[in-house]
């Protein structure tokens, strides 16, 4: 059995792999990236008719635009972990037993924490390099950077407090079942 | 241990944690960290920030998460259910019946949906029930779903292709535009072939000769006229250069909520709904493209590619020699390695070899969204066998026989593409500069 990632709508995944559900952090990131995503039809429908009907440009347009896209991109990592929703190919998950199963899925989280971990602190970094040097973008708008680039480290560190969740609600399933 | 033998330790890493069932987007971080970690320790980390912003901060890239909510929100609002219905009326005088529709539907979902599990959910869930009800051949029915499904990523809009566009700095516009010719060829192949197993062997679809009035016909087509009104607005803009293909799925977006206003069953929870579902499935598919640039930017660190492409290149293969090798890659990929998977691991490698062989990108690129579309086809990870499975209640084995003459005909289609490139390159050489 596998999941790609190319899919929408609700995967059917066969395998069972305990998840400790969206915390309010994870609520409130996935509202933000539903306004970001209406934020963004917003304002490229109005470039895209300004241009064709009005002969203008909002000027703004892909500067903001990449702006959304990053943060929906890092923001939304930790909403689709709480939900379960990255996907895996499930061939050899299925031949195992639940305890090796779980065994297996707490090794893979702590793997991936540690590797997001690092991360997290590259674009923390990147944001306070930007802050401390004062970088704008050379644009109209002239942004201070290290303000659309701090949601790149957020959304990574959602991710590490989402993974570390998941983590728990599995060992929690493992010593339950142990009990039992 | 040398760069190279670094870099075949690192994709075993990779194909073992995806094997062993690791998420996709962490198994192919976890390896790029790794790999920067054991090459140049945690100074090999530094340049990951900008990296990160450098690929995510992207205008095109931002089409992707529009064009998944327009489908979305044409799903939500049930659409899909009147499209189909109003397909089955159009076609039903076809040899095949219902069947037709589901390639028919498939296609016609495929051009406002950039994803072939939500083209093939979308019709498959609609479908499967009518086709069961009515006594179709279980196999050819699931089979022709999930290789219906497929057109989803080769008729645009394509999430596949914005990803390789944006990771190849190729148009994706002119992409899209070359997935057109080969989508409709691929889909009237389909069609052929049902029409012709139902006329040689009868009993796969039975015989309905219903007489349709005008009044029925007419409603078939106010059920259909939505879609032709959405796919001519989004791709036809495209295609005349009015706008980018982020312009267009943003508009399409907005003409989506339109018609499933007056069409469909839109309100605020259908919007909700569809927004939610958006954000994440982008969560994934976005911190896929994501962890890909982070892989990218790992094998190019220690100049890994560059001794790739010289490796390559010094084989001194002729052009078929190397599209045999490029066959025998993808088809075996096809079936290790997820969609997308596929596209980010492979292609930063193997893009300056095809530009050392003259080989145009905007091909290749249908090409490989075709290699794309047989993997998920192809047992034991073919992702349209396990939607359509999850969907119906027959088994998965008649999912995977039904699906093998689909995979065949792609195979024609695959050397038709090499044989005669203008069938891909005709439309794109006459796309209006866009803006």
């Given at each position: 059995m596998s999941q790609?990632?190319?899919v929408g709508g609700d995967p059917a995944h066969r395998v069972e792999v305990p998840s400790a559900g969206p915390s309010s952090v994870d609520v409130a990131a996935e509202a933000l990236c539903c306004l970001f995503l209406l934020a963004m039809i917003a304002m490229i429908a109005a470039e895209a008719i300004a241009r064709n009907v009005f002969g203008t440009s909002l000027q703004i347009t892909d500067e903001v635009g990449g702006y959304l896209?990053?943060?929906?991109?890092?923001?939304?990592?930790?909403?689709?972990?709480?939900?379960?929703?990255f996907h895996r190919v499930e061939l050899v998950q299925m031949r195992l037993s639940p305890a090796a199963r779980m065994i297996s899925q707490?090794?893979?989280d702590l793997m991936a924490l540690a590797a997001s971990g690092l991360v997290t602190w590259q674009l923390v970094r990147l944001a306070l390099n930007s802050w401390r040097a004062e970088d704008v973008a050379p644009t109209p708008l002239a942004t201070p950077l290290w303000l659309p680039q701090m949601s790149m480290g957020i959304g990574m560190a959602l991710l590490c407090f989402a993974l570390m969740r998941s983590i728990a609600a599995k060992v929690r399933y493992l010593r339950g079942g142990a009990a039992r | 241990m040398t760069p190279g033998v670094e870099l075949v330790f690192i994709l075993v890493v990779f194909l073992a944690l995806l094997c062993a069932g690791m998420t996709i987007p962490f198994a192919i971080l976890v390896p790029s960290v790794l790999y920067l970690?054991?090459?140049?320790?945690?100074?090999?980390?530094?340049?990951?920030?900008?990296?990160?912003?450098?690929?995510?901060?992207?205008?095109?890239?931002?089409?992707?998460p529009l064009f998944i909510l327009m489908a979305e929100i044409l799903q939500e609002s049930k659409l899909s259910l009147r499209v189909y219905r109003g397909l089955s009326t159009l076609v039903s005088w076809m040899p095949g019946g219902l069947l037709q529709t589901n390639i028919a539907g498939c296609a016609i979902f495929a051009a406002i949906s950039g994803s072939s599990v939500v083209t093939a959910a979308s019709i498959g869930r609609v479908a499967l029930p009518e086709l069961q009800r009515r006594n179709y051949s279980p196999r050819l029915s699931a089979g022709s779903l999930a290789a219906g499904g497929t057109l989803g990523i080769l008729i645009p809009p394509s999430i596949a292709m914005i990803v390789y566009g944006t990771f190849t700095e190729?148009?994706?516009?002119?992409?899209?535009?070359?997935?057109?010719?080969?989508?409709?060829?691929?889909?009237?192949?389909f069609m052929c072939y049902i029409a012709c197993h139902a006329l040689v062997q009868p009993s796969v679809s039975p015989i309905v000769k219903k007489k349709y009035s005008a009044g029925e016909i007419l409603a078939a087509v106010v059920d259909v006229?939505?879609?032709?009104?959405?796919?001519?607005?989004?791709?036809?803009?495209?295609?005349?250069?009015?706008?980018?293909?982020?312009?267009?799925?943003?508009?399409?977006?907005?003409?989506?909520?339109?018609?499933?206003?007056f069409w469909g069953e839109f309100n605020f929870a259908v919007l909700k709904h569809a927004l939610q579902t958006t954000v994440r499935v982008c969560g994934n598919i976005l911190f896929i493209v994501y962890a890909a640039y982070a892989f990218s930017y790992a094998i190019s660190y220690a100049g890994v590619g560059e001794q790739i492409t010289q490796f390559l290149v010094g084989l001194k293969l002729s052009r078929l020699e190397f599209f045999g090798a490029l066959f025998v890659l993808y088809t075996v990929l096809g079936c290790l390695v997820e969609s997308l998977g596929m596209i980010v691991v492979t292609v930063p490698l193997l893009y300056p070899v095809l530009l050392q062989y003259g080989v145009d990108p905007i091909w290749f690129g249908v090409i490989l969204v075709l290699f794309i579309e047989m993997g998920q086809i192809s047992p034991p990870i073919g992702i349209n066998l396990f939607v359509i499975q999850s969907i119906w209640n027959g088994k998965l084995s008649d999912v995977v026989t039904g699906t093998i003459p689909f995979h065949l005909i792609m195979f024609v289609l695959l050397g038709l593409l090499v044989l005669f490139p203008d069938i891909a390159m005709w439309l794109p050489s006459r796309v209006a500069a866009g803006p």
């Open positions: 790609s990632a190319d896209l990053v943060a929906l991109t890092f923001l939304s990592m930790s909403v689709a972990e709480s939900h379960g929703a707490i090794m893979f | 970690l054991t090459h140049a320790g945690l100074a090999g980390l530094k340049g990951l920030g900008l990296v990160s912003w450098g690929s995510m901060d992207s205008f095109t890239l931002s089409a992707i190729t148009s994706v516009a002119k992409l899209f535009m070359a997935g057109v010719m080969p989508g409709l060829l691929l889909t009237s192949m006229i939505p879609f032709v009104v959405l796919i001519g607005g989004t791709i036809g803009s495209i295609y005349s250069g009015l706008v980018t293909p982020t312009e267009a799925a943003a508009v399409g977006c907005v003409l989506a909520m339109i018609i499933a206003r």
